[in-house]
């Protein structure tokens, strides 16, 4: 692991497994990233108990940001959690914003802690700002929808964003968490369908990655 670090350049790093103030558990003992001079990584999400120490290591000797947890993660939550994390991050979310998605959804989320810049991101947004719908209601005509509006180094603070729906006119400044709307079903479905944001439908969480399809039900 350590010369993995080194050496090799690494856009994002996903460490599962046993973390402790003093390294990070290995088959062949611990490794202290405090004793490495330097690391050739960007971004990183050290999925383990108690990482912070080693994040901020990281952070000090060359990465640009990253993750790491202030107490004890179950494994199985962890795990869930690394997924989404990997999912927002590939969508365009920078990381402040995704790990303040992933403290929304799972009650160990909030254990998980920013290092470093946390407007780093991995890829760029292809459909403007990323964003998170919020869907209430069972109607089949409407349903009520706000959305919450996530900067990224490419759609900066101040910027503005408008929902590519005739049924919200108003435009806003970004980040942005937007009045509660009343859309057609039919309309929203289509609008959907052809992203990849996450949705929540009455407080559940819903990747919504299945493109050219809207889950509503």
Known sequence: LAEFLVHEPVDFLHYIGHAERDGLRCIDGKLDVRELDSVNLQTFLLNACQSQAQAMALVERGAFGGVGTLGDVVNDYAIEIGKLFAHLLNLGFPLRSAIDIVSKTSTIGQQYIVVGDGSVDIVQSTGGSPLVSEITGDGRFE?????????????????????????????????????????????????????????????EWRLNDRFGRADLD
């Open 143 to 203: 349903r009520e929808v706000a959305f919450t509006v996530y900067p990224t180094n490419y759609n900066r603070l101040g910027s503005t964003a408008k929902m590519n729906l005739d049924s919200v006119t108003d435009a806003y400044v970004v980040p942005a968490e937007t009045d509660a709307y009343t859309i057609p079903y039919d309309e929203l479905r289509e609008f959907l369908a052809w992203m990849t944001y996450p949705v929540t439908v009455d407080g």
